[in-house]
Nanobody, 125 residues
Framework: QVQLVESGGGSVQAGGSLRLSCVSS????????MAWFRQAPGKEREAIAA????????YYADSVKGRFTISQDNAKNTVYLQMNSLKPEDTAVYYC??????????????????WGQGTQVTVSS
């Protein structure tokens, strides 16, 4: 079974940057399918970035495209989310997730069966 632990969240001012990390333990594969989600108070959990290395697929939500970058270091079993030009609307709990690899449903949280506990990101104006 896979365990995921996020870190790197915090409080920043608008325009600032944060780098989130998600470390995997347990069974891992170089052919992995990873995603970052976020959930703001009163809102649905939404996919913001996905990296499906097995299929050379990268996804970004329109709201973060050009500002956020997802990457991974297979040797460290870690996936990253570099967040630049942060806005107050980016405030949320951020989660990393993984699943049995497939080519579809990469933005559907129900497709993922392993989740981290989340890390809070707060962006003030």
């Amino acid at each position: 079974q896979v365990q995921l632990v996020e870190s790197g969240g915090g409080s920043v001012q608008a325009g600032g940057s944060l780098r989130l990390s998600c470390v995997s333990s347990g069974y891992t594969s170089s052919r992995n399918c990873m995603a970052w989600f976020r959930q703001a108070p009163g809102k649905e959990r939404e996919a913001i970035a996905a990296l499906y290395s097995a299929y050379a697929l990268t996804y970004y939500a329109d709201s973060v495209k050009g500002r956020f970058t997802i990457s991974q270091d297979n040797a460290k079993n870690t996936v990253y989310l570099q967040m630049n030009s942060l806005k107050p609307e980016d405030t949320a709990v951020y989660y990393c997730a993984t699943r049995r690899c497939g080519t579809g449903r990469y933005v559907d949280p129900n497709a993922y069966n392993y989740w981290g506990q989340g890390t809070q990101v707060t962006v003030s104006s």
